[in-house]
């Protein structure tokens, strides 16, 4: 079974305006009508992935949905995994800091780096080197929690 062009564009472009279970009911439909050999013409032919094709199969003779749990992929934030992590930068943050020396701001200078804050909570707060995120990571914790990692300057009077 041959498809024209015409037929092929129809299919790819009706597929590509679809998202989740409609796109892979409407591919499986596809494939059924096509009869046998379908599911390789349509692989071969549209570029569909013949895993969505079977899986919109099993979805239109079961009538079950397969949802997509999109927000669990990735990887987690530190702060999920070491739930105490921020208030324990802050506890050395805060033993290490200064507001701005000419009181034009709100600020926070912290007067160590991120890699002694990061050395600071292994042997302070008993974290492992393994535990711990990088110290690009704790630079940007330190950021969010509005800690400027800058050399405190001298007010001249």
């Not at 991120?114 to 080197?129: H, N, P």
Request: glycine share 6%; with cysteine.
């Amino acid at each position: 079974m041959k498809l024209t062009e015409a037929e092929k564009e129809m299919y790819i472009e009706t597929a590509k305006q679809l998202k989740g279970h409609q796109r892979r009911l409407y591919m499986a439909r596809v494939v059924k009508v096509l009869g046998r050999g379908g599911q390789s013409l349509t692989s071969r032919e549209l570029g569909w992935g013949r895993n969505t094709i079977r899986k919109g199969m099993r979805e239109l003779e079961t009538g079950f949905i397969c949802y997509d749990n999109y927000a669990a992929r990735g990887r987690k934030r530190t702060e999920e995994r070491l739930p105490n992590l921020l208030d324990d930068m802050r506890a050395i943050a805060d033993q290490h800091s200064q507001t701005d020396p000419s009181f034009q701001s709100t600020r926070l200078y912290l007067r160590l780096s991120a890699a002694s804050v990061r050395e600071q909570l292994i042997k302070q707060k008993g974290y492992t080197d393994e535990e711990l995120p990088s110290e690009e990571v704790v630079r940007q914790r330190l950021n969010e929690l509005d800690y400027t990692l800058r050399r405190v300057k001298k007010v001249n009077r």
